[in-house]
């Protein structure tokens, strides 16, 4: 997939989410080596080294692996986020970073600021980009009416956004909204920590390509034109989700995935989130 500024990100990610630190090397170490070359991380995750390390061992070109951490909420605004990134990226040992993302966006909720905090934000961004420090940046968790105060002020339009998206929970409007733009969309959680693989309807779209429910959701995201980001620690499931990319599923098939209720996940609402 392209982004706006013309940079191919893999349409299949990585993810290491809740990935203990003890486990993120060898895990990153054995996804690059089951073939994915897309791995996302965050300066929350607190796992970056680990991740920069299996990156660097791995013995693949640097230019062959798209690397992604993100901005946490405790370091909004423009000095604090270029302090922020020096971290990271001093924590990845990497020459650069492929995709930097402001984490989580500031909420009315909780910032009367919100909007100048998250446009601050962006201007760092926007400064390690020209700089060449990242090659891409992007939004986490953005809604259309964060990323319009941005899209109204910004000199480098965001290139991705980074969403909760899972069956039952296709948030349509963001989604829609993104894809006008040529913003990219990739998935958090899609396969909702395995809740949704025993519905009837999944279950039984495996049986009928002969592969396993989860990718069959992997699959049915990238038919949404989404990008998925999946966590595993377990090498057979690691190369199983991948071979997802392999599968095509009918419109019919991803009409009916993508009319399912509620299916479990977070279904969180940004503006309720003001995470520390």
């Known amino acids: 997939m392209k982004l706006l500024n013309g940079i191919e990100i893999p349409d299949m990610g990585f993810g290491t989410y809740l990935m203990a630190p003890e486990d993120t090397y060898g895990s990153v170490s054995c996804a690059l080596r089951s073939g ?11 796992n970056e080294a680990e991740v920069g390390a299996a990156v660097r061992d791995s013995g693949i070109p640097r230019a062959d692996i798209f690397v992604t951490t993100k901005l946490w909420n405790a370091d909004r605004g423009y000095d604090s ?4 990134f020096d971290r990271s990226s001093e924590q990845l040992g990497l020459e650069y970073v492929d995709l ?4 989580w ?3 009315p909720f909780f910032h009367d600021d919100w909007r100048q905090l998250n446009l601050d934000s962006w201007r760092a961004l926007e400064r390690l980009y020209r700089e060449g420090r990242v090659r891409a940046i992007g939004l986490s968790n953005f809604m259309p009416r964060h990323i319009r105060p941005i899209l109204a002020e910004a000199e480098v339009a965001p290139m991705v956004d980074q969403i909760e998206f899972h069956p039952g929970w296709v948030q349509r409007d963001c989604l829609d909204f ?3 733009r040529g913003i990219a969309v990739e998935a958090w959680a899609p396969l909702i920590k395995g809740a949704a693989l025993s519905h009837p309807v999944i279950t039984g779209i495996a049986a009928a390509h002969g592969s396993s429910p989860a990718q069959v959701i992997l699959a049915w995201v990238r038919a949404c034109g989404v990008i998925p980001l999946c966590k595993s620690v377990t090498p057979s499931r690691i ?3 991948l071979a997802a990319a392999d599968l095509a599923l009918t419109p019919d098939e991803v009409a009916a995935i993508s009319a399912l209720g509620y299916c479990g996940g977070r279904c969180y609402n940004p503006d ?3 995470f520390r």
């Open 105 to 107: 966006p500031a909420s």
């Open 239 to 241: 190369a199983e989700n």
């Open 272 to 274: 309720n989130c003001d």
């Open 178 to 180: 993104c894809h006008e």
């Open 36 to 46: 994915w070359r897309h791995v996302d991380t965050a300066a929350f995750y607190r």
């Open 81 to 84: 986020a270029l302090r922020a």
């Open 100 to 103: 930097y993302l402001i984490h």
